[in-house]
């Protein structure tokens, strides 16, 4: 398997620009995980899914946040407009059943300016 | 909170020494596992021990789990410059998988 699979590597755009975040789970998985992780703040949980359908996106900061995973082998997710402290290393991640290990994505670093 | 949290924040050893790191938690757990993460990686599952469980082994890790405590430990036994990484536990639980900030664990060769 090629494990979890995110675009773009790396990002960069401009304050107010929209910004949309890819990965494609493990094939059979039926979680999957969009954290965030910075210096400050550390690995943060932004939202998760189950069967595709969100459960919990209390993690989700601002509405500015949304997620979708419109089948069981593709999530997005998109901040629109995109503000300098959204700079992060964003990772998805996937996971077979509750409580299985997660299998992590190599993230996508966005950088907003 | 939920989340894991590991101590120490840093850790620096020569090679061939043991790494131990801390991991404490709040609430009650179903199992808890470690991750490590490389530098530009994603987190990578290391071992994962259940509830019911006091030490487990893999290769030169060894954890341990005290549910009175609500702590666990990782030791890295001999460590290698290649283990130089961030190391991070998660608790299992009532399925909302948290992170701590981890420990960074540099291995000078």
């Known amino acids: 398997d090629a494990g979890v699979i995110q675009s773009p590597r790396h990002e960069v755009t401009e304050m107010g620009q929209e910004v949309t975040l890819r990965c494609k789970p493990i094939?059979?998985?039926?979680?999957l995980f969009w954290y965030r992780q910075t210096m400050m703040r550390g690995l943060e949980l932004l939202i998760y899914f189950n069967n595709n359908v969100p459960i919990d996106d209390s993690g989700m900061p601002e509405d500015r946040f949304s997620a979708k995973m419109p089948n069981a082998s593709f999530s997005t997710l998109k901040i629109q407009p995109s503000e300098p402290r959204d700079s992060a290393v964003y990772f998805c991640?996937?996971?077979?059943?509750?409580?299985?290990?997660?299998?992590f994505g190599n993230g996508t670093r966005l950088t907003v300016t | 909170s939920q989340q894991g949290e590991e101590d120490p924040q840093a850790l620096s050893i020569q090679e061939g020494e043991n790494a131990t790191m801390n991991c404490s938690y709040k609430?009650?757990?179903?199992?808890l596992q470690w991750y490590r993460q490389n530098s530009g990686r994603g987190l990578v599952h290391l071992i994962l021990?259940?509830?019911?469980?006091r030490e487990k082994h893999s290769g030169r890790l060894r954890v341990t789990l005290d549910t009175s405590k609500k702590s666990s430990s990782l030791l890295i036994t001999a460590s290698r410059a290649a283990d130089t990484a961030s190391y991070f536990c998660a608790r299992g639980g009532s399925y909302i998988p948290t992170f701590g900030r981890g420990t960074s664990l540099i291995v000078h060769p």
């Open positions: 991640a996937s996971s077979l059943r509750d409580n299985s290990p997660l299998h």
């Open positions: 021990i259940r509830s019911n469980e």
């Open positions: 094939s059979g998985h039926d979680y």
């Open positions: 609430t009650s757990i179903n199992n």
